[in-house]
């Protein structure tokens, strides 16, 4: 046997008694059982846009931590995913399950294809020139997207009802004492493929596959020597990727029942994209968890926050402007984190663990 | 394709696209077009010949050059309103002293954002050279920072844009309706193409930052601290950047705090279809996307910017390192 069957073997022996398993397993239950811990709506909404949210950062990851590409557009696919939902089911009206699948479907096909278009056309020169165009084509599609009234509702956005057990008057009785509402039902459905989608992402990088973007992310010449087409290794990486995020868009589409440019293409989510995977820690795809939840938990206690400045300072209009500007910190934060903490917070976790395995 | 073939084919595109819509347009309409897009192509090249020239020197995508454009464009309506309010020089009176506020405004906006710039490059981008993706995220970090801080001091809204008094209306040339402002925004924008040129073509310092796009170790080897010179490259672009937004303000008459994150993507565009690091390049591609912008939006309104990205797709797909890529 060699070394790394070795490896992988042992690797697969501790795989039900590492503690970092069961923290899994924990956080699982956690998210199962939310609907039941917490009764009111926006702890539900907040934990929610996490799971979504961390299944975008884990696809944006793939990209970014696996790969070594970065990306600017990656929110242009959520986007697609979010507008097809939205257009089947708002603006042609075809409210059913199949319409719904296919609505995925296609939004993941047309996100593959448009992936692996910009990689063959960027990613053939410079793997910087792939940041500069998937911006412009997200701020390309932003803009499509808020222009073409007649098919996207332009800046007013598509509100839309959704079929059967989904929709939000349907009920299915209570279950330990939580009403099984459409909203309910719907939750475990994105998690359901929230987790399809997670488990997904890992066998990817860990496939022979994402071996090899580690490799090109580690030493794209040593990969070249070896004989990969590292060009093509990144298309598929990247086309993956982009597949996941419009799945994940869908989801948010399904949750939300909106979908506006704003709200759906912007390029304040992709700074929250970016954000997020900082935090959370690139390459580690559970990163993204960590990062989602800080996000999204600082952002809905903000207001509150922002209520208690205004209220300790009152009548001085700079510092109740100091406090409204959030974004400002999260920027300032940012750069903090990029200087002192690259790793984020489950990389550095992880180190921390590894130095004392070692010891 | 023979190679003295393909040194003609940026100036070929740029006539075609030139000579094009003269199969659509009127005569008149199409030397009014042609004079907007010719300015809007003069501002983007202010703006992106910074960006480019930052890329090619210090090899930094910098994302945060989109807010010093924002800042310019701020700091140009601050030091204008002040000006005018002081002197008076903004209202109905001579040309000439229009002409002048217009100037220190501009020269005002253009040395503050350098220092704003010196110190985003000092503080912020020196200690992640040599990694693209922290670079990357740095810059991302940076341009939020100084995109709220905009917010903070001047206010998220929207404000008008004074112009001075002289600048408004337009000349009737021979029955063909001219606008002022575009002209004189293409008199600037060549007179700072020149200056640029001229400094980078017959000075020491435009040698070595030239030397530096093509091969900055060497630079370094020849005894020359690089470093400096990547600040003063960072201010030049920068300053180059708020000119560019001082301007662009004035031709669309207002601002508000989220127009770099527009104008960036332009700038982008401009320095891929140019070549990174050639200034030719970028005067060129600015030229092209901005004639090109005015052409459709005036035939296909909605068509715009997607000429633009057509362009782009067109030009990586033949020239896959842009137009002039030598660095020139």
Redesign the interface.
């Known amino acids: 046997m060699n070394p790394v069957q070795l490896f992988r073997l042992e690797e697969k022996e501790a795989r039900f008694r590492s503690p970092s398993f069961f923290l899994r397993i924990l956080l699982l239950a956690f998210f199962v059982f939310t609907p039941f811990l917490f009764r009111s709506f926006e702890v539900l909404d907040v934990v929610l846009k996490i799971i979504i949210f961390a299944a975008l950062v884990a696809s944006y990851d793939v990209i970014l931590g696996y790969t070594g590409i970065v990306s600017l557009g990656h929110v242009l696919y959520f986007g697609i995913g979010c507008y097809f939902v939205g257009i089947f089911m708002g603006k042609l009206g075809w409210t059913s399950y199949g319409h719904l699948a296919l609505s995925f479907l296609i939004a993941i096909v047309i996100s593959g294809i448009l992936s692996v278009l910009i990689g063959l056309f960027s990613l053939r020169i410079r793997a910087i020139f792939f940041a500069m165009v998937t911006l412009a084509f997200m701020e390309f599609t932003f803009i499509l997207s808020s222009q073409w009234r007649s098919v996207t509702g332009g800046d007013d956005g598509i509100s839309f009802k959704l079929p059967g057990i989904l929709a939000i008057d349907f009920s299915f009785g209570k279950i330990l004492g939580v009403e099984f509402s459409g909203r309910i039902i719907s939750y475990y459905l994105i998690l359901l493929l929230s987790l399809f989608l997670f488990l997904l992402m890992l066998r990817f990088v860990h496939s022979p596959v994402g071996r090899v973007l580690q490799s090109i992310r580690d030493n794209e010449q040593r990969s070249i020597a070896l004989g990969y087409r590292t060009y093509l290794f990144q298309v598929i990486g990247s086309s993956f990727a982009s597949c996941v995020a419009a799945v994940t868009g869908g989801c948010f589409a399904i949750w939300v029942r909106y979908v506006s440019p704003d709200s759906s293409l912007s390029v304040s989510i992709m700074l929250d994209v970016l954000l997020m995977v900082i935090v959370g820690g690139m390459g580690t795809l559970y990163g993204g968890i960590f990062g989602a939840a800080f996000l999204m938990v600082t952002r809905a206690f903000l207001p509150k926050l922002q209520v208690l400045i205004a209220s300790l300072l009152p009548g001085i209009p700079f510092a109740i402007r100091l406090s409204e500007r959030w974004l400002f910190y999260f920027g300032l934060l940012f750069i903090i984190i990029v200087y002192f903490f690259p790793k984020g917070i489950v990389g550095t976790a992880q180190e921390i663990l590894a130095r004392r395995k070692r010891e | 394709m023979n190679p003295s073939w393909r040194r003609w084919l940026p100036t070929l595109i740029v006539f075609a696209i030139f000579l094009s819509p003269f199969l659509l347009i009127s005569p008149k309409t199409y030397i009014t077009l042609t004079i907007s897009g010719l300015a809007m192509g003069m501002l983007l090249f202010l703006v992106s010949s910074g960006f480019s020239l930052i890329f090619g020197f210090l090899s930094v995508?910098n994302?945060a050059h989109g807010a010093l454009f924002t800042w310019g464009a701020y700091i140009g309506f601050t030091a204008f309103t002040l000006i005018n309010k002081w002197t008076g020089w903004g209202g109905p009176n001579s040309m000439i002293l229009n002409i002048v506020i217009f100037l220190l405004a501009l020269i005002v906006a253009g040395l503050l954002v350098a220092v704003l710039g010196i110190i985003t490059e000092r503080l912020?981008i020196r200690?992640?050279y040599g990694s693209?993706?922290?670079q990357?995220?740095?810059t991302?970090?940076?341009?939020?920072?100084m995109e709220?801080?905009i917010?903070?001091v001047w206010?998220p809204n929207d404000e008008v844009m004074p112009v001075p008094f002289n600048f408004m209306g337009s000349w009737d040339l021979f029955d063909v309706v001219v606008s002022k402002y575009p002209l004189i925004a293409i008199v600037v924008g060549l007179i700072l193409y020149i200056v640029i040129f001229m400094i980078l073509r017959k000075t020491k310092i435009g040698t070595i930052v030239r030397a530096g796009v093509e091969n900055p170790e060497m630079v370094q080897v020849m005894g020359h601290n690089i470093y400096r010179y990547f600040t003063g490259v960072f201010a030049a672009g920068s300053a180059l950047a708020a000119i560019g937004g001082g301007m662009w303000a004035t031709f669309v008459k207002s601002i508000h705090p989220a127009m770099g994150?527009?104008i960036i993507?332009f700038a982008?565009?401009v320095?891929?279809i140019g070549g990174l690091g050639s200034m030719t390049g970028s005067v060129v591609g600015a030229l092209m996307v901005g004639l090109s912008y005015n052409y459709v939006a005036y035939l296909v309104p909605?068509a715009a910017?997607?000429i633009t990205?057509l362009l782009?797709?067109i030009i990586?797909?033949i020239r896959?390192?842009g137009l002039f890529p030598e660095g020139t």
């Open positions: 995508l994302l912020v200690p992640v693209h993706l922290f990357i995220f740095i991302v970090g940076a341009m939020i920072v709220e801080l917010r903070i206010g994150g527009e993507v982008l565009i320095a891929i909605k910017l997607g990205m782009l797709v990586l797909s896959p390192t």
